[in-house]
């Protein structure tokens, strides 16, 4: 994989944009959502914005982990001794754990404190994976 990523001098760069649009769409869907379950708009029906923007939560998140392993494998070798990324990582699967937990327990129904709390934490550790993110380079 490493081969091919770094085959072409546009590859790596096309990647990177890829990687940044499915950020967009992942963080994006997620404040929509989550500003929402915060007391704002509260006009909007919150079941009906998670089924419009989870999905485009999660398919920026895959567009994520696909061009995320891509970029990885270029430069395996000097990525894994980044602090930086392992916290990333560490924090995308607590992210991901919040999020299981915030949809088995019904947040999106519930609406409690909980659920607030729930997505201010979710939030905070988006916020905190796009620093990580971009200390990788310089850290």
């Known amino acids: 994989m490493a081969a091919l990523v770094l085959s072409h001098p546009w ?11 499915g950020l967009a769409a992942l963080f994006g869907g997620l404040l929509i959502f989550e500003l929402r379950m915060l007391g704002r708009a509260t006009a909007l029906d919150p079941s009906a914005l998670a089924r419009l923007s ?5 398919a920026g998140f895959a567009l994520c982990a696909v061009t995320g392993v891509a970029l990885f494998s270029a430069h395996a070798d000097e990525l894994w ?21 915030f949809h088995w327990r019904g947040g ?6 909980m659920a607030r709390w729930q997505c201010l934490l979710s939030l905070g550790l988006w916020v905190t994976v796009i620093v990580c993110g971009r200390w990788i380079a310089v850290v």
């Open 54 to 58: 989870v999905p485009v939560a999660l």
């Open 108 to 113: 999106v129904r519930a609406q409690d404190r």
């Open 81 to 101: 001794v980044s602090n930086a990324l392992r916290l990333k990582m560490a924090l995308i699967l607590i992210a991901g754990a919040n999020a299981l937990w």
């Open 11 to 21: 590859i790596y760069p096309a990647l990177e944009t890829l990687h940044l649009m």
